[in-house]
């Protein structure tokens, strides 16, 4: 009985361990990816708009998934009211929005200015993640944390903290104040949606 304790302990142990060293791992080498194609194309920010983000999003889809970040900012209550059509059209609006605002803000970010300092997987789950970065950007620091979920065997970020403030609880603030204009019109207030800066 005692083997098959000290057994099941040092299986558990490993299993956090695997899962630890995995995760850093993945968010390493997305950041090697995101940050290739950054310096590689930079010229396209000026040249071809489009084009560059087009490339951003291809290169961030291992990393983010837009339908799950989308999804949160939407909030579980409008998620169920609004139709597969305003889902899609929301997450679209907000992929678009999200990536042509911050596109210039990652340009001035160097991969190596990005540190993983610590991960941790809440109450235990290894199909979750909290993965605590610090960045520098132009001799300013700040605390950056991935919360992350395990989607289809690939990790994946499905929220993002800077500096304490939680990203997807802002957007959501934003959204609801403009359904709120627009007299709960999910249509309009996805025509009229923009992040503030």
């Excluded at 959204?175 to 009229?192: E, M, R, S, V």
């Amino acid at each position: 009985m005692r083997k098959l304790l000290i057994f099941f302990i040092l299986f558990i142990f490993s299993m956090v361990s695997l899962s630890g060293n995995e995760v850093e791992e993945y968010v390493l080498e997305q950041h090697n990816k995101i940050f290739k194609f950054i310096n590689d194309s930079e010229h396209l920010l000026e040249e071809d708009r489009i084009k560059f983000l087009e490339g951003l999003e291809d290169v961030l889809k291992d990393l983010i998934i837009s339908k799950e970040i989308s999804k949160r900012v939407l909030g579980k209550k409008n998620y169920i009211i609004a139709t597969k059509k305003q889902k899609n059209d929301f997450d679209l609006k907000f992929k678009n929005t999200l990536f042509d605002t911050y596109s210039t803000a990652l340009v001035e970010i160097d991969n190596a200015n990005i540190i993983i300092d610590s991960h941790v997987h809440p109450n235990e789950r290894l199909d979750l993640a909290i993965v605590r970065m610090s960045v520098s950007v132009s001799d300013t620091e700040f605390d950056l944390i991935y919360k992350m979920k395990k989607i289809e065997g690939k990790w994946r970020v499905i929220g993002i903290i800077l500096d304490g403030i939680d990203m997807i609880a802002i957007f959501r603030k934003q959204f609801n104040k403009l359904l709120t204009d627009f007299n709960g019109n999910f249509d309009l207030a996805i025509k009229n949606w923009e992040l503030d800066s």
